[in-house]
């Protein structure tokens, strides 16, 4: 199953309203996981099964879909926020992963 | 506090062996299963591979099948990544993460929920 996102990468101020879609080549239910990446870090789940936020993750997080569309919204971006986000799909038991959205300032 | 400790960067020539470590504390080891993915620069994850501490059944993904081997030591809580013959096309980053989920009415939803900081490898003659 290949995922792809859009945008490859995208420029915001904090307190903008954000949004990243994230796409499969079939249908994968709501089988679909967010992850941040911060520079030089480890990736961090966000959102779990398209829509359920990940304990401790803010609430501003969020994320809908299901199918092959899906998106990850950050209401109000902060400055910790700007990292790459990632979405992957476990409905297949080979998991994959998109390429990514890097969100800068 | 439940974390996944990796092993050092390495530094290696083509053709040589390396195993790496991944080992976990805070919860029991054995309950839950070790992902291994490796990542290059600017790209995405790509998932390797599956362990389960418990019975060291193992799931690898065609990509990386015959390449590496996986393999857990349950009574120190530590999971490897081994190669036998290194290629240059094997430098990445390398990391492993414990696999969790949940049982929801339309079937179980697995991710992972804890990574380590990563292991970065580096082939060059």
């Known amino acids: 199953i290949q995922m792809t996102q859009s945008p490859p990468s995208l420029s915001a101020s904090v307190g903008d309203r954000v949004t990243i879609t994230c796409r499969a080549s079939?249908?994968?239910?709501?089988?679909l996981n967010w992850y941040q990446q911060r520079p030089g870090k480890a990736p961090k789940l966000l959102i779990y099964?398209?829509?359920s936020l990940q304990s401790g993750v803010p609430s501003r997080f969020s994320g809908s879909g299901s199918g092959t569309d899906f998106t990850l919204t950050i209401s109000s971006l902060q400055p910790d926020d700007f990292a790459t986000y990632y979405c992957?799909?476990?409905?297949?038991?080979?998991?994959?992963f998109g390429p990514g959205t890097k969100v800068e300032i | 506090e439940v974390q996944l400790v990796q092993s050092g960067a390495e530094v290696k020539k083509p053709g040589e062996s390396l195993k790496i470590s991944c080992k976990g504390s805070g919860y029991s080891f054995a309950n839950n299963w070790i992902v291994w993915v490796r990542q290059t620069p600017g790209k995405g994850p790509e998932w390797m591979g599956i362990i389960n501490p418990s019975d060291s059944d193992t799931r690898y993904s065609p990509s990386f099948q015959g390449q590496v081997t996986m393999s857990v030591d349950k009574s120190i809580s530590t999971a490897y990544l081994h190669w036998s013959s290194l290629k240059a096309s094997d430098t990445a980053m390398y990391y492993c993460g414990r696999q969790d989920g949940i049982v929801a009415l339309t079937g179980s939803h697995y991710y992972m929920d804890v990574w380590g900081k990563g292991t970065t490898v580096t082939v060059s003659s």
């Open positions: 992957q799909q476990s409905y297949s038991s080979l998991w994959t």
């Open positions: 079939q249908s994968i239910d709501n089988y």
């Open positions: 099964a398209a829509s």
